[in-house]
């Protein structure tokens, strides 16, 4: 995959189906993966609220994430993910 198909979470539109690319080190790490969110996991941004917080779901379970945070998650687009795999 190519660094140009990657996006920070805070930029997805509300309604995109993306998959975790990558996910910061230190206490956040360990805070997300309590939460389940790993690299390589698949989640849908629901909703974008004001002040930048984004609330998305992982198997039926609404997460919400600060703008700060957000902004260390590398996503890309599950769509672009897929067929990345599949050409490989």
């Known amino acids: 995959m ?3 198909d990657t996006l920070p979470l805070h930029r997805v539109p509300k ?3 993306v998959v975790i690319i990558d996910i910061p080190d230190g206490k956040s790490k360990d805070q997300l993966i309590r ?3 790993l690299k390589g996991e698949f989640v849908k941004c629901l909703e974008r609220l004001p002040g930048g917080t984004i ?3 992982k198997n039926r379970q609404e997460i919400a994430i600060g703008v700060t945070l957000a902004k ?3 996503v890309a687009h599950a769509n ?3 067929l ?3 050409s490989e």
């Open 84 to 86: 990345t795999q599949q």
């Open 15 to 17: 309604g995109s189906r």
């Open 2 to 4: 190519k660094k140009s």
């Open 72 to 74: 260390t998650i590398l």
């Open 80 to 82: 672009t993910e897929i």
């Open 35 to 37: 939460l389940g969110i």
């Open 55 to 57: 609330v998305i779901e």
